[in-house]
């Protein structure tokens, strides 16, 4: 199991600032938030073996899925409203 420390640095390095160190100093939020949410995310880690970080938080704008060793396992996944419903292209073919 990774330390607290290893997966802080993970997860600084792939959340916006806005959405993990920024709110520690943000009015409306505890403190300690990147602290809280690596709690959260090594507890995650030690009961299923893996965790994520949805798009809206991660620096890339992809959900990012990662195993307890902190290797990310879905590096070319799009983000979830392009796969949610393939396009048609009987406009431009005119069908």
């Known amino acids: 199991?990774?330390?607290f420390d290893e997966v802080y640095v993970f997860l600084k390095s792939m959340?916006?600032?806005s959405r993990f160190e920024g709110r520690n100093?943000?009015?409306g939020w505890a403190g300690?938030?990147?602290a809280l949410v690596t709690k959260s995310v090594m507890d995650d880690l030690k009961?299923?073996?893996e965790s994520c970080i949805s798009h809206f938080d991660s620096?890339?704008?992809q959900i990012v899925k990662f195993n307890a060793d902190l290797?990310?396992?879905n590096p070319d996944i799009p983000p979830e409203e392009i796969?949610?419903?393939a396009g048609h292209l009987t406009h431009v073919l005119g069908g």
């Open 32 to 34: 300690n938030y990147s």
């Open 59 to 61: 620096r890339t704008g």
């Open 1 to 3: 199991m990774k330390t």
């Open 71 to 73: 290797v990310i396992t």
């Open 15 to 17: 959340y916006l600032h």
């Open 25 to 27: 100093e943000s009015t």
């Open 83 to 85: 796969q949610r419903k």
């Open 47 to 49: 009961s299923t073996g």
